[in-house]
């Protein structure tokens, strides 16, 4: 499973590729949404995307692969695994990005940045100044599916480019149309949109 059609044909078989109405993260409104856990439950499907991750960038020689709570850390656990380096994660504190547990970053570290799903970019960005705060390199930024245009300065590495447009709520054409909207990311909402 290297290239984005086979991706992205085993995330619609795994319905992690919903079609509806829903509210985002950021809190605008998508008639698309990416639900990514469909993908990071199953080590099966994780192992053969982060190697794909990991081939892009092991000429690179990357010392360290650092993602972002919570969702990050699997799929930089098992990119770390198919590099041979540890995986560590970036989390907030008191709403700051930071390194906890001791995790260990310096000079030395090339530091390869991986996210699930790049959105806005807001999360990864936050890792690549963590990264560089601590004096190490950030080589580049893999990710299974970029849904915007985000740049981040260093060599990007996506799997699957799927641009998906969204709407503030009040100019979102679902919600002037009256159709019901569903909160896939929210802690609360536990059934699978339609
Ligand atoms: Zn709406």
């Known amino acids: 499973m290297s290239t984005a059609l086979e991706i992205q044909a085993e995330l619609e078989r795994r319905g992690a590729l919903l079609e509806g109405h829903f509210k985002l993260s950021s809190g605008r409104h998508s008639n698309r949404f990416v639900q990514k856990f469909r993908i990071l439950e199953d080590p099966t499907i994780v192992e053969p995307v982060a190697r794909a991750i990991a081939d892009a960038f092991r000429a690179e020689r990357p010392t360290v692969v650092v993602s972002a709570a919570v969702g990050g850390i699997v799929l930089g656990y098992e990119t770390a695994?198919?590099?041979?380096?540890?995986a560590i994660f970036v989390e907030k504190e008191d709403g700051i990005a930071t390194l906890r547990r001791n995790f260990s970053l310096g000079a030395a570290d090339r530091a390869l940045i991986v996210e699930d799903v790049v959105t806005t970019g807001a999360s990864v960005r936050e890792v690549i100044g963590v990264v560089r705060d601590a004096g190490a390199v950030?080589?580049?930024?893999?990710?299974?599916?970029?849904?915007?245009?985000?740049?981040?300065?260093?060599?990007?590495?996506?799997?699957?480019?799927?641009p998906i447009r969204s709407w503030l709520a009040d100019e979102c054409p679902q919600c002037r149309a009256g159709e019901p909207i569903a909160d896939p990311g929210s802690r609360r909402a536990r059934a699978t949109p339609a």
């Open 81 to 86: 695994r198919a590099l041979g380096v540890k």
């Open 138 to 162: 950030p080589i580049g930024v893999g990710a299974i599916v970029r849904r915007g245009d985000a740049d981040f300065g260093v060599r990007t590495h996506v799997l699957l480019d799927m």
